[in-house]
Every structure is written in structure tokens, then in C-alpha cells.
């Protein structure tokens, strides 16, 4: 039997049975949607999350000075003045270890003309921008030689940009932290939320030896809060780790059993635990949603079913005019398989349609990718030949004689 | 057996019900050559109807042979039986059994869907054979749109779409009126005269019965007339 004429067949037996036609595609409709849009959410909030680590800069570590003991007393990570921008610089010469930023900060209130706005500052070397992957959209970064000299000028972020300066451009423009004038020199780039939901555009960076020097003046000279390190790739991730650990050790004259008076994390890590975290409620709610279109499969098992009862004598018929088992089977699964895939293409539809409305309605993100709407046409396709298959063999093993003499 | 469309020999049919086994055909010799014209006739259950049945390889002998055109069916296979049916038998019943949802052009088109021909020939091929049969006007129609005897006559045209040599009709004018009856029963036999299709017709009634050339009779499962139909005039006095 020609393809063709088998269409034309399938065509005529479902479009003489709408409703029943479209209540089957509907289950498969509802499947397809469930699975492309449950996907779509999933897929944005893994893409947030993945946004947010990129955001972070990659391969990062975060090494932060040691706690206080006094009396029994410990405090927290950090409290102790163990760290220094000198310990940053050497790091700076392992083979592992790509990019360093010591980071001196504290908070400060920042006025501009009539504005005032509260912020956090950080006083670092200009390989930060390197290490957080950040760039400067407008003006320049600070340079080496600020930090030599501990100029006072700043970098602003784009929320204390917004919160200051109207519509003037800041560059150029001077600010007052603290009190004291700083010249804008540049403008960050949006970076957005970090992992914990924290806004990092609102932030300022200035040269460390003016934080240290001019800002938040320390009693211990040099002293930086923490640094960041960034490592020379994934793989050198683990040998960063043991050379930064080393290499403090030795130069803060640690003996083999006395603790470190510093932490090493690999951030890099936690983010790929949120982000694991991320992908398993994205399968999660696929599979969920997997759950309804196998259950739109079922229904159209159930109605292809009723469809060959029903149709006993027209297979009689058919039989006696020479079709053989298997032009009756192709044409039974060819109904099967069409409804599917009609349901699918609209379940797609759906799918997306349902997606745009969540990403516009509730302001979430969604990716819809290609391979989620090819995948769930494949797996319609396989649902319609599946569920499709015992019906159709029914109707082409019916004796024909049984099948003629049907009431 | 070479210029026999239907060659039977020894055939056997028995049900097996709760009741226990009933024979209901007891060993059928019939030849029919080809070119006849033989009318089957009989009281209800003498199993003419499941011998029309076995002819049309719709059911099968539990014993003995059954040849057409020479070749013993008993031995092919479903695919094979599917291409004779297809090929050299065409059937007209009582009850017409058209597609309902189909129009008459697609019904008599249906065989057609089964020997692999393309869509444009089908269409001339069910046309020519609509317009043979009168209905030339009437091919878009569906079924029910149609009179007892224009859809016995789509029936007979499906019948002949793939140019058989045989034609099985069981009881073709059990629904219809006398006139039409006449109708379909002068179709059938300028078929089998101008045409030369060997036809088997089962009916209850003598005045179908003498339209054919040769009458056998069924009781109870076995043959007790083989002979000349009844004479025309039951025909000229109904």
C-alpha cells in the first residue's frame, strides 16, 4: 500500500471522529507542553545559576586571614591581620596561580553634589578586574602605578552610579568617600546578583595601598582582609590549592603541627554544588512532567482501542477486498502516530507559548533549547509506534471472516 | 486443474462448539469452468454460505482441497491469500458492506489502495467502472446518499476494479426490491456474457436462480442437485 493512500486513509478515520481525535491529541498536547516547559524553567534557573558563577570569574580561590586566639577566645576568619598585600604579590609567581587580587575593604558613605549613598569599598590592584572577569564600560581602570602611589581615585559600580549621578556621566566627575575626594576614573559593567543574592554592582573599587593607607587605616600596616586567587585552569585547580597552602605556610614560618593562621576556598567548588543542585530540579521536573506524557500516551492506547472495536467491520471489509496484516497494521499505527506527533507540535507550541507567559508574567527566567522540543518529538513519535502497536496488531489479526460477520 | 476457476475436492468444514463438533459442510466436489454462471441455493443453514465462504478464502476448509485457477490455497500463506483476494476475486454481499465514510469513487477505489496503484489511476479506474455501472454523476456521493441498488451496484464496481477473473455474490439482491433486484441481476450477466467472468451466486430465490446457467443445490451440507437452473418463466410470471 502506498504512503500516500495509507495518509489519506488514516486522515479520513480520524477527521470522522473530531472530538474523539482532539481529546487524544489533547493528552499528548498537555504532555508535550508539560515536558517543554517544566525543561524551559529548569533550564533558566540552571542558566541563572550558571550566569552567577561566570559571574563570580572562574577557577576562583578566596583566601581569607586567620582568627584572633586570646584567652581561649577565637574569633572569626579574617579578624586577624595575618594576611598582606606582599603575601598576594608572591603569590603572584606560582606556575598554578594566573591572576591575584588582595582585597582591603570596608564600607563608606559616598557623597556626590546633593547625593549621598552608603556602599562597600574595596581596595585592590587592578588584576582584580582579572580575576573577577569584569570589565570597565566607561573610562579606565585605576592603574599599577596608583597603587604604587596610592592615589585616591575610584571605579564605581553601576548601582552606585545610578544611586549618585542622575544622568551625568561620572567619569571625571569627583566623589567624596569618607570625606576625602576621589576622582572616577571608570564605570564597571553590570555584573548583576552574586550566588547568595548579593547586588555586586553596588560596590566601588579603589588602589589597596589608598583603602589601607588613606580609608580604613589600620594598625597593622599592609595588612589585606583576604585575596583572591585565580588558577591557570580547571585542571590546575587541585595543585593551585596545595601551592597557595605551601606557599603561606612558608611564608608566614608555620611549623609542620601548628594550624594555618589563613583559609584557602575554592569557590569554583560551591558554585558547582549549587549548580549541581540546579540540574537535578531541572531533571526533576522534566521527569515530572515525563509523567504526563506517558499518561497521554496511555489515552491514545486506550482510544486506539475503542477505534478498532469499533471499526471491526470496516477491517472485515478491507480484508476481503485484499488488504494484507500489515497494510492494516501500518494504517492503525499511522493514526497512532499521527495523532502524537499533531499533539506534539502543539503541545510545543504550548510549551513555548506557556514559557514566554512565565518569563513575562513572573519575571523567571526560561531557556527553551532546541534539543528539548526535538527530544519530546522523538519521544512522541516513540509513544505513538509504542501505545500505537497493540492496538494496530489487534486489528490486523482479526480473521476476516469474524471481522466481516461483526455487528 | 488447468480452465478451472474453482476446483473442490473432499471438503470438509466442521464448528467446534460447546454443544460438540457440527459438520456443516460434508465433503464438496464442485468444478466450476471457467466463463459459468452458477447459482448456489438452499435452505438456511445447509452451508452454503460458509462454502461461499471458503471459495472467497475468507475462511478456511477443516479438510479436503480447494484449487483456484489451479493453485491448492490451502497451502499459502495470509499474504498470499490478501493477493488472491485482491487479485482474482471480487465479492458483492447482501448488506453491500461499503465504507460508510468513504464516497462511492474511494469505495470502488478500495482494492486498488491494496495492489500498490497510484493515486491518478485510481481515481480514472474508479471512475470508468462508476460510469460502466451508471453512476457516472454519482462518485462524490457517500453511501447512505444512495439508493439500495446504486450502492449494490458501487459494490459490484469495486468488485471488478481489479479485473478478476472470479465474482463471489451472496445473496446481492437479499435487500433489494424485485425491480432493482432484476436490475443487478441483468448487470451480473452481461458480466459473465460480454466480459467472461466466471460468477458463483448464492440466493434464495428461483427466479435470481434461473438468470444462471447452471444450479446446485445445498442440503445439509452436501450437494443434491447439480444441473439446469429453474426455467425463466418464474421470472416473466413474478
Known amino acids: 500500500m502506498m504512503f500516500f493512500s495509507m495518509q489519506r486513509q488514516a486522515w479520513h478515520a480520524m477527521s470522522a471522529n473530531r472530538l474523539r481525535t482532539f481529546l487524544t491529541m489533547l493528552g499528548m498536547m498537555i504532555g508535550v507542553g508539560a515536558v517543554v516547559l517544566m525543561l524551559a524553567i529548569g533550564q533558566g534557573a540552571q542558566y541563572m545559576v550558571e550566569q552567577s558563577i561566570s559571574s563570580m570569574g572562574s577557577n576562583l580561590f578566596m583566601i581569607l586571614s586567620g582568627g584572633t586566639t586570646s584567652g581561649g577566645v577565637r574569633t572569626s ?42 556602599t562597600q569599598v574595596y581596595g585592590t590592584t587592578p588584576s582584580f578586574l582579572i580575576v573577577r572577569d569584569w570589565n570597565v564600560s566607561s573610562g579606565y581602570p585605576f592603574t599599577d602605578s596608583d597603587v604604587r602611589s596610592a592615589t585616591r581615585v575610584a571605579l564605581l559600580g553601576q548601582t552606585v552610579v545610578a544611586n549618585l549621578f542622575n544622568d551625568e556621566d561620572p567619569v571625571g566627575k569627583t566623589i567624596r568617600i569618607r570625606n576625602s575626594p576621589y576622582l572616577v576614573v571608570g564605570v564597571l559593567d553590570i555584573k548583576g546578583q552574586s550566588l547568595d543574592g548579593r547586588d555586586q554592582d553596588d560596590t566601588i573599587l579603589v588602589p589597596v595601598t589608598t583603602a589601607q593607607r588613606k580609608l580604613f587605616g589600620s594598625q597593622f600596616r599592609g595588612s589585606v582582609r583576604m585575596i583572591m586567587a585565580q588558577a591557570t585552569s580547571a585542571q590546575a585547580m587541585n595543585k593551585a590549592e596545595r601551592d597557595l597552602n605551601d606557599l603561606l605556610r612558608q611564608r608566614h614560618h608555620l ?80 493514526e497512532a502516530v499521527i495523532i502524537s506527533i499533531v499533539g506534539c507540535l502543539v503541545g510545543a507550541i504550548l510549551g513555548v507559548g506557556g514559557a514566554w507567559l512565565v518569563n513575562k508574567l513572573m519575571d523567571t527566567p526560561v531557556v ?10 522523538l519521544v512522541a513519535a516513540a509513544i505513538g509506534i509504542f501505545f500505537g502497536f497493540y492496538p494496530a496488531r489487534k486489528a490486523a489479526n482479526l480473521k476476516p471472516i469474524d471481522a466481516l460477520r461483526y455487528q | 486443474m488447468p480452465g478451472h476457476v474453482i476446483h473442490t475436492e473432499h471438503l470438509f468444514k466442521q464448528y467446534e462448539t460447546a454443544a460438540g463438533i457440527s459438520p456443516v459442510l460434508k465433503g464438496i466436489n464442485l468444478t466450476v469452468a471457467r466463463g459459468e454462471f452458477v447459482a448456489i441455493m438452499g435452505p438456511s443453514g445447509s452451508g452454503k454460505s460458509t462454502f461461499m465462504n471458503i471459495l472467497g478464502c475468507l475462511d478456511t476448509a477443516t479438510s479436503g482441497h480447494y484449487y483456484v485457477n489451479g493453485q491448492d490455497v490451502t497451502v499459502l500463506d495470509r499474504n498470499q491469500l490478501a493477493h488472491l483476494r485482491n487479485k482474482f476475486i471480487g465479492f458483492v454481499f447482501q448488506g453491500y458492506n461499503l465504507l460508510p465514510r468513504l464516497s462511492a469513487r474511494d469505495n470502488v477505489s478500495l482494492p486498488l489502495v491494496y495492489s500498490g496503484a497510484s493515486v491518478p489511476e485510481m481515481r480514472t479506474r474508479a471512475q470508468e467502472l462508476l460510469e460502466k455501472m451508471g453512476l457516472g454523476q454519482f462518485s462524490d456521493f457517500l453511501p447512505n446518499q444512495m439508493s439500495g441498488g446504486q450502492q449494490q451496484r458501487v459494490a459490484i464496481a469495486r468488485a471488478l476494479v481489479n479485473q478478476p477473473s472470479l465474482i463471489l455474490a451472496d445473496e446481492p439482491t437479499g435487500n433489494l426490491d424485485t425491480a432493482t433486484s432484476y436490475e443487478i441481476m441483468d448487470i451480473l450477466t452481461k458480466l459473465n456474457e460480454s466480459d467472461s467472468i466466471t460468477i458463483v451466486l448464492v440466493t434464495h430465490e428461483p427466479d435470481i436462480a434461473s438468470y444462471a446457467k447452471r444450479l446446485v443445490r445445498f442440503v445439509d451440507g452436501q450437494i443434491v442437485y447439480d444441473g439446469a437452473p429453474p426455467p425463466r418463466k418464474a421470472r416473466e410470471a413474478a
Open chain 1, 77 to 118: 576568619t579574617g579578624a586577624a591581620p595575618t594576611l598582606t598585600a606582599e603575601d598576594a604579590q608572591a603569590m603572584t609567581d606560582l606556575p598554578s596561580i594566573a591572576a591575584v587580587a588582595p582585597m582591603a575593604s570596608g564600607s563608606a558613605q559616598i557623597i556626590y553634589g546633593a547625593n549621598n549613598w552608603a
Open chain 1, 368 to 377: 527553551i533549547t532546541a534539543w528539548s522540543i526535538v527530544m519530546s518529538f
Open chain 1, 255 to 334: 611549623s609542620e603541627n601548628t594550624e594555618s593562621d589563613f583559609t584557602v576556598r575554592n569557590l569554583t567548588a560551591l558554585a558547582e554544588a549549587t549548580a549541581q543542585t540546579t540540574r537535578i530540579m531541572s531533571m526533576m521536573l522534566g521527569a515530572i512532567a515525563s509523567i504526563s506524557l506517558l499518561v497521554g500516551g496511555i489515552g491514545i492506547m486506550n482510544i486506539m482501542l475503542v477505534s478498532v472495536t469499533e471499526r471491526t467491520r470496516e477491517i472485515g471489509i478491507r480484508i476481503a477486498v485484499g488488504a494484507r496484516a500489515l497494510d492494516i497494521l501500518l494504517q492503525f499505527l499511522l
